[in-house]
Nanobody, 120 residues
Framework: QVQLVESGGGLVQPGGSLRLSCAAS????????MGWYRQAPGKQRELVAA???????NYADSVKGRFTISRDNAKNTVYLQMNSLKPEDTAVYYC??????????????WGQGTHVTVSS
């Protein structure tokens, strides 16, 4: 079993910044990809940013140039630096990890979510 623990959410004014962190632990042989998703009230969960083991990244068009995803492989931790935040970035942000466990079965795990509110 793989657990993901997120931190770093909160209330910020428009134009401000936040940094989210997500640490993975448990039965992990290798993590192939980690990502951040978000879900705003009344909307479907959407991909915000993802990073694969080789370092390639992918961003939603709405956050390109404002958000940066990074990863510390030694710590099995992924970060999301969010700058120039807008009210429309308000959502619950979820961390996701995909990889292989020590039994060489695949896993896909979600964190519990962290709230980000952008408001004046």
């Amino acid at each position: 079993q793989v657990q993901l623990v997120e931190s770093g959410g909160g209330l910020v004014q428009p134009g401000g910044s936040l940094r989210l962190s997500c640490a993975a632990s448990g039965n992990i042989f290798r993590i192939n990809a980690m990502g951040w998703y978000r879900q705003a009230p009344g909307k479907q969960r959407e991909l915000v940013a993802a990073i694969i083991s080789g370092g390639s990244t992918n961003y939603a068009d709405s956050v390109k140039g404002r958000f940066t995803i990074s990863r510390d492989n030694a710590k099995n931790t992924v970060y999301l630096q969010m700058n120039s935040l807008k009210p429309e970035d308000t959502a619950v942000y979820y961390c996701n990890a995909k990889g292989l466990d020590y039994g060489l079965g695949s896993f896909g795990s979600w964190g519990q979510g962290t709230h980000v509110t952008v408001s004046s």
